[in-house]
């Protein structure tokens, strides 16, 4: 199956400043974390749509990016899910998105480089709170996107 996100569900989370990551911890617990993150314009070669979301250097548990849960749960398993929605007042206006796929940990490597940079220019372009911050030397979580589900007024 090729997963695709239709014009309305690619704005809505194109659109969007946050969203929820779920992983998976090792006992099978699952783990939330708000993030921020950039939705690419390319596809991977098996035609996923991808999105990065950065360690970024706001105040964490460890200034080890390998030491975060959520980077341990990819490692080991890399399903994630991504929650991103709308509230309002207005009910008619309620609206949500859930992506589900494959977690990778990208990193600033040869290998990686130019995958990594563009995801890096995304962010900053998104973000400029990240011009300050030195992503170009931290791993990034990269999701290829598998599975979208979705409700409400997303075009609205």
Do not use: N
Not at 16 to 35: C, E, H, I, K
Not at 53 to 73: C, F, G, H, Q
């Amino acid at each position: 199956m090729t997963p695709t996100l239709d014009a309305a569900q690619r704005a809505f989370l194109g659109a969007a400043r946050t969203a929820t990551l779920a992983t998976v911890s090792p006992d099978g617990q699952p783990r939330l974390v708000p993030v921020c993150f950039v939705l690419s314009a390319m596809d991977d070669a098996a035609h996923r749509p991808l999105l990065y979301t950065p360690i970024d250097e706001k105040p964490k548990v460890s200034s080890d990016p390998y030491a975060l849960a959520r980077v341990r749960d990819i490692l080991v398993m890399p399903d994630v899910a991504l929650l991103v929605d709308r509230w309002s007042e207005d009910w008619s206006q309620l609206a949500w998105l859930r992506v589900y796929g494959t977690g990778q940990v990208l990193e600033p490597q040869p290998h990686e480089h130019a995958e990594h940079v563009a995801a890096v220019a995304a962010l900053r372009l998104k973000y400029p709170q990240y011009e300050s911050h030195a992503l170009d030397t931290r791993p990034i979580i990269r999701v290829a996107i598998e599975r979208v589900v979705s409700w409400g007024a997303l075009g609205d």
